[in-house]
């Protein structure tokens, strides 16, 4: 999505892979998530947002998340590569544990900085009729945004928030961080992740040497063998996936059993509460959207 300007009100996340791929990596692999997911695709994010984001989206009938490189910090000598996790459900409002769908692929690190193992994680759900590119001309300045829940400006522990920016009053002093990727938030904007499951470290390895190459076969046969592994966990609940649908057409021409996928269309969303999504068939548009509520059509 190209921006000419910064909205009013925005999700921003400043983007760090937790599991070693480079930033073109990890938005080419998204970029397949994206075509797998007929459009839409979740972005992995480690803090929860509450109800900022349902708010700002609600506020202003549309919601877009834009991320900026995290900034670098000084190393020590590089760590022995971890094994991480890979997600395969959500929580939806009810409590119900739901399954990702079957392309989506969000890891993270199996610990936290104090050595506990991370029993929670989080992901935007993220829509883009376009290809991910990375690039743009705008910038961010932390000291123009405040947190829509609390007023605060930003703070430095805070990885993804959603924010109003204001107009500036003269000329920004503090540090600018480049926007390097836009796309727009869809019903129910974030989710609560669960059943997280091992993936070994040369396993991950494997996927990020994939993408690297641009080698979609690859990935998408190693990816789709490690949630296939997780598949027998318990899921209670019976609903369909958060965002169902069949690869779309594209030029990586991805195949099933020997036959093209079609995209199908969704069910429109009652409210943005109502988090099972149903299948229709016959409409081939990925989704659109309405003033004043986020829909799926």
Not at 137 to 148: G, Q, T
Request: hydrophobic share 40%.
């Amino acid at each position: 999505m190209a921006l000419k300007h910064l909205p009013r009100t925005f999700c921003w996340s400043r983007i760090g892979s937790e599991t070693g791929e480079d930033l073109a990596t990890l938005v080419l692999r998204k970029e397949w998530e994206r075509r797998l997911g007929g459009g839409r695709f979740l972005w992995g994010i480690g803090q929860s947002l509450g109800t900022s984001a349902q708010m700002a989206a609600l506020r202003t009938g549309s919601l877009l998340a834009l991320f900026s490189p995290a900034a670098s910090r000084a190393r020590a000598p590089e760590r022995k590569r971890e094994d991480a996790v890979v997600w395969n459900a959500w929580i939806d409002a009810s409590g119900q544990v739901r399954q990702l769908p079957p392309h989506a692929f969000v890891t993270s690190r199996a610990t936290l900085p104090s050595g506990r193992a991370r029993e929670q994680h989080y992901a935007l759900v993220c829509a883009s009729l376009a290809e991910l590119s990375i690039g743009s001309s705008l910038k961010v300045y932390p000291e123009r945004l405040r947190n829509v829940s609390t007023g605060k400006t930003p703070c430095a522990s805070q990885a993804t928030v959603v924010v109003d920016r204001l107009e500036p009053a003269a000329e920004p002093t503090g540090k600018a961080y480049p926007i390097a990727l836009a796309v727009e938030l869809e019903a129910p904007w974030v989710v609560r992740l669960a059943q997280p499951t091992v993936v070994k470290a040369r396993e991950l390895a494997a996927i990020h040497a994939a993408a690297r190459n641009g080698d979609f076969e690859a990935y998408a046969a190693l990816t789709q063998r490690l949630r296939r592994q997780s598949a027998t966990q318990q899921v209670r609940g019976v609903t369909r996936d958060l965002f169902d649908m069949p690869p779309v057409e594209s030029a990586l021409s991805v195949r099933h059993g020997g036959a093209r996928l079609r995209p199908r269309g969704v069910a429109r969303v009652a409210s943005w509460t109502q988090l099972t999504m149903e299948l229709s068939h016959g409409d081939h548009r990925p989704f659109a959207r309405s003033r004043g509520r986020a829909t799926l059509c």
